[in-house]
């Protein structure tokens, strides 16, 4: 069964930290590209963050130093750990994971994608 499951979203002053987590089905995880993305209002996924299977993470120029992806191969979870905040990071974080070139390339045609999880960051 495919499956993502995002979580650990919420409310946050800026400046604060949150770490985001996502739970995927072995046939999405194993051997594949795991990818964080977010979605403005109105706006395409944007691509945040990305780890290879073998754990290389590339970032986004706007996250860089204050955002880090993992994974942990042995939960099949991959987690985004955001500190300094800002209120333009607010949007609805969704995870996927697959084939490098498909994580990465802009519209990042997956299979399906989960329900994603909504940071707030705001006094």
């Known amino acids: 069964q495919v499956q993502l499951v995002e979580s650990g979203g919420g409310l946050v002053q800026p400046g604060g930290s949150l770490r985001l987590s996502c739970a995927a089905s072995?046939?999405?995880?194993?051997?594949?590209?795991m990818g964080w993305y977010r979605q403005y209002p109105t706006k395409e996924l944007d691509l945040v963050a990305v780890?290879?299977?073998?754990?290389?993470?590339n970032y986004a120029d706007s996250v860089k130093g204050r955002f880090t992806i993992s994974r942990d191969n042995a939960k099949n979870t991959a987690y985004l750990q955001m500190n300094s905040l800002k209120p333009e990071d607010t949007a609805v974080y969704y995870c996927?994971?697959?084939?490098?070139?498909?994580?990465?390339?802009?519209?990042?045609?997956?299979?399906?994608w989960g329900q994603g999880t909504r940071v707030t960051v705001s006094s």
């Open positions: 780890i290879t299977s073998a754990g290389s993470p």
């Open positions: 996927n994971g697959g084939p490098l070139v498909v994580a990465v390339t802009p519209p990042f045609r997956f299979g399906s």
């Open positions: 072995s046939s999405i995880f194993n051997g594949n590209a």
